[in-house]
């Protein structure tokens, strides 16, 4: 080993008994000189998945084929609803859905299961729920390949300016899946019954979100109502979840209306306007970030002595 | 020192713990409670010290006395509640071996992850795949799941890769003391490789052989406190005091267990339990042993140290001709001191069992026990000798 490497290295550390304070920039360099660490961390979220089970990464990609399976019956058959080409409606959205879902369930795990690593390693903290995230996204790319493959399958593909939103309702859902991903698992590790707690919420919040139901239909039911003063639909998109599920329909399912007579499956808005919804959420997210990140950094100092 | 500054910077700093009665682990009490009793205690106060670049420095101290919790504030895992640190350098912190390793993936993966989290780079760690599986011996298990290692196997992976990283200041807690007497030996061995790279090394232990072996400086805290500071021989000498002022035992407990040491005594020619004898007496070890394996030719050993940590004394069952060819189930093993030669002080026992060729460690307890030697005004001087004394009339 060479001992010389050791004298250009200067990295100077100092350390009081102030709560730390996020300078963005500066950890942000850290962040990026510790990315094998999340790689590693994400590779192994992956592999620990799959050992030991026959099926393997056919695992992930069950779960669309399962809701595929049940919902479509239920609404096409019991509830005869008339969504032309529900599974990719359904898919469309659910994928999205599920890279939140999955993200937030292992992210409000992921400080207080790797107590080990904490309480003896420093490193950036950040990078745990961080890595939760990108193990639900390597979930997400194969649950994809069932959506691509279903809708290479019925032919359906619809190319066009309805496909620009595609990158940016990724990018507003990957931004507000960290951030609430960086406050869950701090919150988890002070009151462990967050975990719990999300359970709930995300039931819920699945409901309020047009992942199964058709956000034309709720447009359409909302037209008129106001909630004191202001209109509901505004309101419903509030959740910001909302628009990037939203976002993710228009740009693969794009019709918004396929039975000329019938109400819209989609939202009866233009690309740009979704585009401008989803740009707002993807600001609003941001600033989230940056306050979920500073909470997290703040609080990260004593997670070694709160595990 | 040079012109930078120190390699580490400790300067005033406390750590004060808060210990909850009835903590709210949950949103739910939290919501219906607002004050929560809780006591503190400091861990560490006003506790200064620097060590220069390129030096080697030992903390010492009774468990409890705040030592791990300083090596952690040093590698940022935890915060001061006063004072402050600085460091210069890249830190790497080995305060528990393999950690991060995860059981389900193999050797290849778990080195992977847990050098990258102790700040190899993946080049870096590709140049020294290799030599990081030779140093743990491990070459014919690397693509086997750590599950199915064994404790040893899982303890030399672990260190291998710690001592692989390239730190400026590395910070062990206690982790040197792995594994049989080969091993420990290769660890040594990469610690004074480091010493003589000339990186800053922070050792945390309850050995005080092994700061007289590596340390330039060391310190002893007490109740968070530093309690000494300076030349090792000297620092040694105040923990010794302390050590025997407290009346505890200390050092390690180790080895494979194939045969543990399930209890241990020392005796008088009465037949009673003491911890006080005065010289010339009788004075019987007796360990009971249990196997839990058979074990083919263990010899069992006992060493004692005086309070300078010199060895004293020692032998084993194999120099008494005492053999063990199959041992299996329990056993007890007596020494019998005949004459205590010692007149003064404090002496400390250490009982081991291992291979006939000492490679292999199945358990040793080192100075876990120890007696005091008194001696009467009738005894004056630094040995005892046997003295029959005899007169008669002309």
Same mark, same amino acid.
């Given at each position: 080993?060479?001992?010389?490497?050791?004298?250009?290295?200067?990295?100077?550390?100092?350390?009081?008994?102030?709560?730390?304070?996020?300078?963005?920039?500066q950890r942000l360099r850290e962040l990026w000189?510790?990315?094998?660490?999340?790689?590693?961390?994400?590779?192994?979220?992956?592999?620990?998945?799959?050992?030991?089970?026959?099926?393997?990464?056919?695992?992930?990609?069950?779960?669309?084929?399962?809701?595929?399976?049940?919902?479509?019956?239920?609404?096409?058959?019991?509830?005869?609803?008339?969504?032309?080409?529900?599974?990719?409606?359904?898919?469309?959205?659910?994928?999205?859905?599920?890279?939140?879902?999955?993200?937030?369930?292992?992210?409000?795990?992921?400080?207080?299961?790797?107590?080990?690593?904490?309480?003896?390693?420093?490193?950036?903290?950040?990078?745990?729920?961080?890595?939760?995230?990108?193990?639900?996204?390597?979930?997400?790319?194969?649950?994809?390949?069932?959506?691509?493959?279903?809708?290479?399958?019925?032919?359906?593909?619809?190319?066009?300016?309805?496909?620009?939103?595609?990158?940016?309702?990724?990018?507003?859902?990957?931004?507000?899946?960290?951030?609430?991903?960086?406050?869950?698992?701090?919150?988890?590790?002070?009151?462990?019954?967050?975990?719990?707690?999300?359970?709930?919420?995300?039931?819920?919040?699945?409901?309020?979100?047009?992942?199964?139901?058709?956000?034309?239909?709720?447009?359409?039911?909302?037209?008129?109502?106001?909630?004191?003063?202001?209109?509901?639909?505004?309101?419903?998109?509030?959740?910001?979840?909302?628009?990037?599920?939203?976002?993710?329909?228009?740009?693969?399912?794009?019709?918004?209306?396929?039975?000329?007579?019938?109400?819209?499956?989609?939202?009866?808005?233009?690309?740009?306007?979704?585009?401008?919804?989803?740009?707002?959420?993807?600001?609003?997210?941001?600033?989230?970030?940056?306050?979920?990140?500073?909470?997290?950094?703040?609080?990260?100092?004593?997670?070694?002595?709160?595990? | 020192?040079?012109?930078?500054?120190?390699?580490?910077?400790?300067?005033?700093?406390?750590?004060?713990?808060?210990?909850?009665?009835?903590?709210?682990?949950?949103?739910?009490?939290?919501?219906?409670?607002?004050?929560?009793?809780?006591?503190?205690?400091?861990?560490?106060?006003?506790?200064?010290?620097?060590?220069?670049?390129?030096?080697?420095?030992?903390?010492?101290?009774?468990?409890?006395?705040?030592?791990?919790?300083?090596?952690?504030?040093?590698?940022?895992?935890?915060?001061?509640?006063?004072?402050?640190?600085?460091?210069? $350098?890249?830190?790497?912190?080995?305060?528990?071996?393999?950690?991060?390793?995860?059981?389900?993936?193999?050797?290849?993966?778990?080195?992977?992850?847990?050098?990258?989290?102790?700040?190899?780079?993946?080049?870096?760690?590709?140049?020294?795949?290799?030599?990081?599986?030779?140093?743990?011996?491990?070459?014919?298990?690397?693509?086997?799941?750590?599950?199915?290692?064994?404790?040893?196997?899982?303890?030399?992976?672990?260190f291998a890769v710690a001592v692989h990283v390239?730190?400026?200041?590395?910070?062990?807690?206690?982790?040197?003391?792995?594994?049989?007497?080969?091993?420990?030996?290769?660890?040594?061995?990469?610690?004074?490789?480091?010493?003589?790279?000339?990186?800053?090394?922070?050792?945390?232990?309850?050995?005080?052989?092994?700061?007289?072996?590596?340390?330039?400086?060391?310190?002893?805290?007490?109740?968070?406190?530093?309690?000494?500071?300076?030349?090792?021989?000297?620092?040694?000498?105040?923990?010794?005091?302390?050590?025997?002022?407290?009346?505890?035992?200390? $050092?390690?407990?180790?080895?494979?267990?194939?045969?543990?040491?399930?209890?241990?005594?020392?005796?008088?020619?009465?037949?009673?339990?003491?911890?006080?004898?005065?010289?010339?007496?009788?004075?019987?070890?007796?360990?009971?042993?249990?196997?839990?394996?058979?074990?083919?030719?263990?010899?069992?050993?006992?060493?004692?140290?005086?309070?300078?940590?010199?060895?004293?004394?020692?032998?084993?069952?194999?120099?008494?001709?005492?053999?063990?060819?199959?041992?299996?189930?329990?056993?007890?093993?007596?020494?019998?001191?005949?004459?205590?030669?010692?007149?003064?002080?404090?002496?400390?026992?250490?009982? $081991?069992?291992?291979?006939?060729?000492?490679?292999?460690?199945?358990?040793?307890?080192?100075?876990?026990?120890?007696?005091?030697?008194?001696?009467?005004?009738?005894?004056? $001087?630094?040995?005892?000798?046997?003295?029959?004394?005899?007169?008669?009339?002309?």
């Amino acid at each position: 080993m060479k001992g010389l490497e050791l004298a250009s290295v200067t990295e100077i550390a100092v350390r009081t008994s102030e709560p730390p304070r996020l300078h963005v920039r500066q950890r942000l360099r850290e962040l990026w000189a510790s990315r094998q660490i999340l790689a590693n961390l994400v590779r192994k979220e992956i592999k620990v998945k799959y050992k030991s089970s026959v099926l393997g990464a056919a695992w992930s990609m069950l779960n669309p084929v399962l809701y595929l399976a049940v919902f479509s019956l239920v609404f096409s058959i019991f509830l005869q609803a008339k969504t032309p080409h529900f599974p990719v409606y359904l898919l469309s959205g659910l994928l999205a859905w599920n890279l939140f879902a999955t993200s937030l369930g292992l992210a409000t795990r992921s400080v207080v299961d790797n107590a080990n690593l904490v309480t003896k390693v420093y490193f950036p903290r950040e990078i745990l729920p961080l890595a939760s995230v990108g193990a639900a996204g390597v979930d997400f790319l194969l649950q994809a390949l069932v959506l691509l493959g279903f809708m290479a399958g019925t032919r359906f593909f619809h190319f066009g300016a309805n496909l620009l939103l595609l990158p940016l309702a990724m990018l507003a859902l990957v931004v507000f899946t960290s951030a609430m991903g960086l406050w869950v698992a701090a919150l988890n590790v002070r009151y462990r019954d967050t975990q719990h707690l999300l359970g709930l919420a995300l039931l819920t919040w699945f409901w309020l979100t047009p992942v199964i139901y058709p956000s034309g239909f709720v447009f359409q039911r909302f037209a008129d109502n106001h909630l004191l003063g202001i209109p509901m639909f505004d309101l419903y998109l509030a959740n910001p979840m909302a628009g990037v599920i939203a976002g993710f329909h228009r740009a693969l399912y794009a019709v918004v209306r396929p039975d000329a007579g019938a109400d819209p499956v989609l939202l009866p808005v233009s690309v740009p306007w979704l585009a401008v919804l989803l740009a707002a959420v993807t600001v609003g997210s941001i600033v989230l970030l940056f306050l979920a990140w500073r909470t997290f950094f703040r609080l990260s100092g004593d997670f070694a002595e709160e595990l | 020192m040079s012109s930078g500054g120190a390699a580490i910077e400790v300067e005033g700093i406390g750590k004060r713990f808060r210990r909850y009665r009835e903590r709210p682990t949950s949103l739910k009490e939290r919501l219906i409670r607002f004050r929560v009793a809780s006591d503190e205690f400091w861990a560490l106060q006003g506790v200064s010290v620097e060590v220069a670049e390129g030096q080697t420095l030992g903390l010492l101290g009774p468990n409890g006395s705040g030592k791990t919790t300083l090596l952690k504030i040093i590698a940022g895992i935890l915060r001061p509640t006063q004072g402050r640190v600085t460091t210069r $350098g890249r830190i790497a912190a080995l305060l528990a071996l393999g950690a991060g390793f995860h059981a389900e993936l193999t050797g290849r993966e778990n080195i992977y992850l847990n050098a990258s989290i102790l700040g190899l780079s993946r080049q870096e760690i590709d140049r020294r795949f290799d030599d990081i599986v030779a140093f743990a011996e491990l070459e014919d298990f690397v693509d086997s799941q750590v599950k199915f290692y064994s404790s040893g196997m899982y303890v030399r992976l672990g260190f291998a890769v710690a001592v692989h990283v390239d730190p400026a200041i590395l910070l062990v807690d206690e982790v040197l003391a792995v594994g049989d007497i080969a091993f420990q030996r290769k660890c040594l061995d990469r610690v004074q490789a480091f010493q003589r790279e000339g990186r800053t090394i922070v050792v945390v232990t309850h050995a005080p052989d092994l700061v007289h072996r590596v340390c330039d400086r060391a310190i002893v805290l007490e109740h968070g406190r530093i309690k000494a500071a300076g030349e090792p021989t000297e620092v040694v000498r105040e923990f010794r005091l302390l050590m025997a002022k407290k009346d505890l035992a200390y $050092g390690w407990d180790q080895g494979t267990k194939e045969i543990e040491i399930v209890a241990a005594d020392l005796f008088g020619a009465d037949g009673s339990s003491r911890e006080w004898f005065a010289p010339g007496e009788e004075l019987t070890i007796q360990m009971e042993l249990k196997a839990h394996t058979v074990v083919e030719n263990p010899v069992v050993s006992f060493a004692i140290h005086d309070q300078q940590n010199r060895f004293v004394y020692g032998t084993n069952t194999d120099w008494r001709s005492v053999f063990f060819p199959r041992f299996e189930g329990k056993q007890r093993v007596q020494f019998t001191l005949r004459t205590l030669p010692f007149v003064e002080g404090r002496y400390y026992v250490t009982l $081991g069992i291992h291979s006939r060729d000492s490679t292999r460690v199945y358990h040793v307890q080192e100075q876990h026990y120890s007696f005091v030697m008194v001696r009467g005004e009738e005894n004056p $001087g630094l040995v005892f000798i046997p003295v029959d004394c005899r007169a008669e009339r002309l």
